[in-house]
């Protein structure tokens, strides 16, 4: 296990299509095991496979509210099949745009199929949290990220901030 980078906008890695998964094998396995391990140390409770530079339909998740209780999810080649026709908006956080959050409208339910570690297809509801953060993951996989769903205005302010504190950590480094 080890931890990777988690890529943060601006970039342009971040805009790219993630290509299915052809066989879950063990490499597969070891991406969804290192996945888990930085979104844990992050912390967060999602993390699409594209944030740490790999252009693959993975991604992994732990909606879990108790404290100290783990609830390791993964998904290889998720697809939404439906969606429920009532919202619900929560406030979202992306570890690729660190201090951002905003409230967004999404389907209050979702039903996905996906692939489990063994390869074999599954199908699952989700409703809540998960259902939101299931939906945050898949637009990762489509290079989708949340400030696209915001006013022109509000994008761009963000982007800008992020865009100056990426200047000064690099400054910081270099
Ligand atoms: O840690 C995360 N929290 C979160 C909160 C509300 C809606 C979605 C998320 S996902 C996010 C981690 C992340 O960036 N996943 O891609
Ligand atoms: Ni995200």
């Given amino acids: 296990m080890a931890l990777r980078e988690i890529l943060k906008e601006p970039n342009d890695?971040?805009?790219?299509?993630?290509?299915?998964?052809e066989?879950?094998?063990e490499k597969i396995r070891e991406l969804i095991d290192d996945m888990l391990e930085t979104m844990y140390a992050a912390p967060g409770i999602g993390l699409a496979a594209i944030q740490v530079g790999v252009p693959k339909r993975v991604i992994v998740m732990d909606t879990s509210k108790k404290e100290g209780e783990k609830l390791p999810m993964h998904f290889v080649n998720p697809e939404i099949i439906s969606k429920s026709n009532s919202n619900s908006i929560y406030e979202e956080g992306c570890l690729s745009l660190p201090g951002q959050f905003a409230e967004?409208?999404?389907?209050?339910?979702?039903?996905i199929k996906f692939l489990d570690y063994n390869g074999n297809p599954q199908e699952i509801e989700a409703e809540g949290m998960l259902a939101t953060c299931i939906q945050h993951e898949i637009d990762h996989l489509e290079g989708i990220l949340f400030i696209d769903?915001?006013?022109?205005?509000?994008?761009?302010?963000i982007v800008k901030k992020l865009s100056k504190q990426k200047k000064e950590i690099e400054r910081i480094i270099v």
């Avoid at 971040?14 to 299915?20: A, D, G, N």
């Fill in 13 to 21: 890695v971040l805009r790219q299509k993630s290509l299915p998964v």
């Fill in 23 to 25: 066989i879950v094998d």
């Fill in 104 to 111: 967004i409208e999404r389907p209050a339910k979702c039903k």
């Fill in 149 to 157: 769903y915001l006013s022109k205005l509000k994008k761009t302010m």
